[in-house]
């Protein structure tokens, strides 16, 4: 099972690297890595397996994550409104997106960076995702609201970009143009 001490932290080079495209139809290994990247985050999110094995509460994860550079990434959250997101997708690609930006108002971290880092994350609001899905099936996702940052998050990651990269240097807590808080 994926513990804490499988994931990268900053430093590691894999993640800054642009990871590669896998293979279709998915390898058995690379749908075994998917299921298991999914499985991380349930026990994550599981108060007892987490406390158990010391596990930080995760809504997503790439593999560069686990310094495996490859575009793949599960993610796995009930939205506010109990919607369920559950997925383990491959070579996932943001094919359209909004012209307003979107930001979380209390910032972003990551299970990869083990220090607090302040300042609004500025994302596309709403994206259009495609990618391929763990039953080799194509998926064409329109998200938005916390779902989208999360997904902007993880593909960030497939293409050696940390969240931090995205916070204005200069004043941080610059409200992007045209961009609305997410609570
Ligand atoms: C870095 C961490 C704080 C662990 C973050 N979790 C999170 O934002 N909140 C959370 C987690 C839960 F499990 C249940 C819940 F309701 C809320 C997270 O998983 N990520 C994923 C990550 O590091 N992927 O590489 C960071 C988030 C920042 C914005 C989107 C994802
Ligand atoms: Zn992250």
């Known amino acids: 099972m994926i513990t804490m001490k499988d994931i990268v932290r900053e430093g590691h080079p894999a993640l800054t690297k642009v990871s590669e495209e896998v293979e279709l139809p998915l390898s058995t290994a690379n749908k075994d890595l998917l299921q298991e990247m999914i499985q991380f ?8 397996i987490a406390k158990k ?3 930080r509460a995760g809504v997503g994860l790439a593999a560069p994550q686990l310094g495996i550079n490859k575009k793949l990434m599960a993610i796995y959250f009930q939205d506010e409104n109990g919607k369920l997101y559950e997925y383990g ?5 943001v094919v ?5 930006k979107a ?3 209390g910032g972003e971290g990551c299970l990869s960076v083990d220090r607090h880092v302040e300042g609004y994350v500025p994302r596309h609001a709403r994206i259009t995702l495609r990618a391929t899905d763990m039953d080799n099936n194509p998926v064409s996702l329109r998200l938005k609201g916390y779902p989208s940052i999360v997904f902007q998050h993880e593909v960030d990651h497939l293409n050696g970009i940390m969240f931090y990269d995205h916070i204005n240097k200069d004043n941080p807590f610059e409200v992007p143009e045209n961009a609305r808080p997410i609570e």
Do not use: C
């Not at 359209?96 to 307003?100: E, I, L, Q, R």
């Open 89 to 93: 997708l491959a070579n996932p690609k």
């Open 53 to 55: 094995y010391d596990l």
């Open 103 to 105: 930001y979380l108002s």
């Open 96 to 100: 359209s997106h909004s012209v307003g």
């Open 41 to 48: 985050l349930k026990n994550s999110q599981n108060e007892e």
